[in-house]
């Protein structure tokens, strides 16, 4: 069975100061990761995507993560915070070529202090 | 064009009013879906639509009822909502598998009184 933990539920970092979103997931099969952000009121924008290319993998807005199949293991890193990255964030995994079939985290909030 | 479209942004609606929540998307992707998200928590999949045809329905009440009247073309439509069905409602796209990511409309917020 496929499963997605993120382990914080609430992230607060200052503003200039870098960013560490935890994620670890269980999947049986090779899958695909990602990262999803939600803004208060908004849809999910896709923030970055691993599909058994590259293992650091480089997203939108100066976010990256970097895949570990041995830690099973997803996390979301930028290196400095800015205000607007105040958001709510999803890791989701999905099997691979299974329609329908995204397993979502149960997100981290981030906050960002000025 | 790389967004999912959804109308309307918001929608009151009675217990006893009919309405369609719509969804487009013109990225050539073949397969569609609604979710419905609660306040603080994560997105719950209820439909799934590949090549126009309704291939997942997660237990779904049957006052939803969902439309895919052409590839680019998605509608959620309600009658006799009860106030827990009160929610953001998303509609995504993907291509046929889906592992590459699903591109999500900025949703529809729903409100049952």
């Known amino acids: 069975a496929q499963s997605v933990t993120q382990l914080d539920s609430h992230v607060s970092v200052s503003e200039g100061t870098p960013v560490l979103l935890r994620c670890n997931y269980s999947?049986?099969?090779?899958?695909?990761l990602f990262w999803y952000v939600q803004h208060p009121n908004k849809g999910l924008q896709l923030l970055l995507k691993?599909?058994?290319?590259?293992?650091l993998v480089k997203g939108i807005n100066g976010f990256e993560a970097e895949f570990k199949k041995s830690e099973t293991s997803f996390h979301l890193t930028k290196p400095s915070a800015h205000m607007s990255d105040a958001a709510e964030y999803f890791c989701?995994?999905?099997?691979?070529?299974?329609?329908?079939?995204?397993?979502f985290g149960k997100g981290t909030k981030l906050s960002v202090k000025p | 064009d790389t967004e999912v479209t959804q109308t309307p942004k918001h929608l009151v609606m009675g217990m006893t009013n009919k309405k369609s929540l719509k969804c487009e998307q013109h990225m050539g992707h073949r397969a569609m879906y609604w979710y419905k998200q609660k306040a603080k928590k994560p997105p719950e999949l209820m439909f799934v639509?590949?090549?126009?045809?309704?291939?997942i329905n997660e237990s779904v009440p049957s006052r939803f009822s969902p439309e895919c009247p052409n590839s680019s073309l998605l509608n959620l439509h309600l009658h006799a909502l009860q106030p827990e069905d009160s929610a953001l409602y998303l509609c995504a796209s993907s291509q046929a598998s889906g592992n590459y990511g699903y591109t999500f409309g900025s949703g529809t917020r729903l409100t049952v009184v």
């Open positions: 999947s049986s099969y090779s899958p695909s």
């Open positions: 691993y599909t058994s290319a590259a293992t």
């Open positions: 989701v995994v999905t099997p691979g070529g299974s329609q329908g079939n995204l397993i």
């Open positions: 639509y590949s090549y126009e045809k309704l291939s």
